[in-house]
């Protein structure tokens, strides 16, 4: 049967977990209780062979320890295991000592004892197969560090611990009389036969062998499962026993004579050396017998309560099993696999995503983008410039005697620079007279510029980004799509670790772009196909900014009402006439920003464009709080309010600062309709006002300037691309889609390539290789519609492991031909 103990405590630790029926049967357990200092410790220390419990005067055992003591023949190992701590196997025994003392120090003082068992396992080929729960010793005095409290919380816990059917261990030390052993009046509450009771007396070396003979012999204070007498510390000279024979014995034992001094004897010779125990047949005796009476006794309950046990379990194991049929179709899951499919649905979406973003999506993107920078370039080469409209009465005819483009290159930068991008068309012709504007060679100037401007606007850099972030936002939208929501930190681990891995790769895929796109910057050829393309989808650009242009000036309209708007516009556009008084846009502007986040530009002049017919209304008088923009009121102050001067800003309105020494201003109220009013009138104008005509002003002047460069690219000569100095928006289109093309070529391969192999694996590692299998289970935990059912597949489990066990011991009992069970 040396197999039939081990598979009980199995069960029994198993069914620890499994949460049975209140009425089901339970397996008993070996409970040890006794007073303090009664030698309980030094007992269970015997029995294990190895020190490992807390001692100390002050030390007080707070809470049960269930101790499982695993025999394990074929090792040479010994060690502890806390599996609740998951601190691994333990070789050193003063590290089980140093823990336990911790577990019972986190006992809060106030608690004083606590019901939560420490589960400690002790793996040996020197120990047998038992389990053992040790108790708090009893405590007889209570002094200041012991309170009654203590006393009393310490016999309730021993209370619920002696109840049936579990096995009582009652230590007592034999030098303490019976009658007071506080274990035995326990015991005898609980079970007054001693049926389920076992004594051990302790310290049997301390009282005369007749005396420790009698209390053995089990006659005043009788137990159905007897005494076992005990010496667990090494028996010195004082201890050998008082009468004349002790010294006798002791000198046949050859350790020389006298009753004090020589060497401590062992629990054995101690036995060996007094008769009343060496001659007593009936007696128990030493730890061994201790050992194997309680491995026997244990056995022996256990196997009484099989039959009622396999019953139970096999019943609530159908019950599992039903249940798990009805509410999951039988459906296998573990928390691994759970993890796995988690991710194996992940990586399928990754999958789908990375067919989804493939080559031609990256560059339709990347040419969307490079085609708005393109906007920008041709917005600051061509349609801030006054003289816009001169490109288009250019003709083909005079185009055709330009010399070609990279002829001209090599006449004027004889060492491949390209030209300056800081030249406005003044610094080009040098000269700056009235007609270089209808020069062919200011404008091939201009194109040149534009294709600098746009090559070297950081394309790897801005390419690569707009991939990485588009790449990553893919990804935020991947993981947070359930049941990765349930997950929240495996969903920041994926962020982490991807945005890792595109920053390694991202220095490089720049760099690689960037030098793809160099020969880009000096010459551009396309075929006559990607010319068409690109005009079409110039076309649609220029008509897509004509309308942004539009609904930014509606809002622009609707905010300021039309005709206060329109009269502001006609101030700042005689004030713009002044050449002492530029104004510009500024270029942090909102609205400047809003129409285009990107487009760097502030027009040089925007009176030009205001000239127009039927604009020509007197401008209205509005007076809006000044506030304290003193140096915007400054801006239009040389012809409206040449004294109005405040440059600490505390004026507060302008009717009450306006200064009575020249004409007074007239104070129109917003609403009033005093358009037609003839009589122009000194006026001031809000600076919040001034910007946002200087804004409206702008947005009129792009869009002229628009209107122009949509009818020109119309043009038939445009559809050719010998005369790309007429359209330059066109080249610039030819030029962004293949900068795109080259971009995307490399950033596949050095950064997306890579990212979708390492992805997946990335996923697996970080996500399941990686992780213990608590980890993975408190991940499966996560997902609360799992939660259920991992608990009735890991019940179900258990039983079925309970139950093969049960039915392997009945099988081994009965080929045996020894019955089990019978309660
Ligand atoms: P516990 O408080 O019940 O756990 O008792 P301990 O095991 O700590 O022992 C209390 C004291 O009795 C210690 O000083 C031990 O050394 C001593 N002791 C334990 N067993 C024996 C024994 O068999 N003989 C003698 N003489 N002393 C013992």
Known sequence: FAKLIKTLIEIQNILKTVQLDKGAPRLPSIVVIGSQSSGKSSVLEAIVGRSFLPKGSNMVTRRPIELTLVHTPHSTETYGEFPDLGLGRIRDFSQIQKTLTDLNLAVPDRDCVSDAPIDLRIYSASVPDLKLVDLPGYIQVHTRNQPRELKDKIRGLCERYIQAPNIILAVCAADVDLANSEALQASRRVDPLGLRTLGVITKMDTVEPELGQAVLRNQDYPLHLGYVGVVCKPVTGAHRGSSGTTSRLAARLGRGGGETGGEPLTEQQYFQLHPAYRDDRQLRLGVPTLRSTLVGVLESHMASHLTELIDNVQSELEEARYQFKVHYSDQRISAESYAMDTLDQLKRRFKDLTAQFGRHEIRREIRRML???????????????AHVKQLAELTPHVLSALPAMHNYYAMAHPRGHAPSSSGHGAEVNGGGNGDQYGQPLYWQHKLERGQSLLTKSGVGRWSTQLIVDTLLRNLRGLV?????????????????????????????????????????????????????EARERTLANLRREVSLCTAALHRLQEQVGKRKLRAAMKHVATLARDPH???????????????????????????????GPGEATIPVGVVESVGSQAAAVHNSSSETAGDYDDPHGTVGTAAAAAPARTTTPVVIDVDDDSGTDSTPQAVVYSPRLLDLARQALYLRHRRVALKYRLAATKFRACKSQANRVLCPEIFLHTLAAKLASHAVLFIQVELLNEFYFQFPRELDHRLYYGLTRPQIYQ???????????????????????????LLSIVHETSGSGSGVGGG
């Open 581 to 611: 008084n530029p104004v510009e846009l500024a270029a942090d502007s909102p609205l400047a920003r809003s129409i285009r986040t990107a487009r760097p530009t502030v027009p040089a002049a925007v009176a030009e464009v205001v000239e």
């Open 371 to 385: 085609e708005e920078r393109a906007m920008d370039v041709c917005a600051q080469v061509y349609w801030d410039d």
């Open 779 to 805: 991940f499966a935990r996560e997902n609360p519609q799992i939660v259920h059912q991992l608990d009735l597949a890991e019940r179900k489990a258990k039983l079925e492991e309970v139950m093969q066990k």
């Open 480 to 532: 947070t799509e359930p049941p990765l929501t349930y997950h929240p930190g495996a969903q920041q681990l994926i962020m982490q670790f991807s945005e890792a891995m595109v920053r390694d790769r991202y220095l490089l895929a720049v760099e690689q772009v960037e030098n793809t796109l160099k020969p880009l910057k000096y010459e551009a050829e396309c075929s006559d196909a990607e010319w068409r």
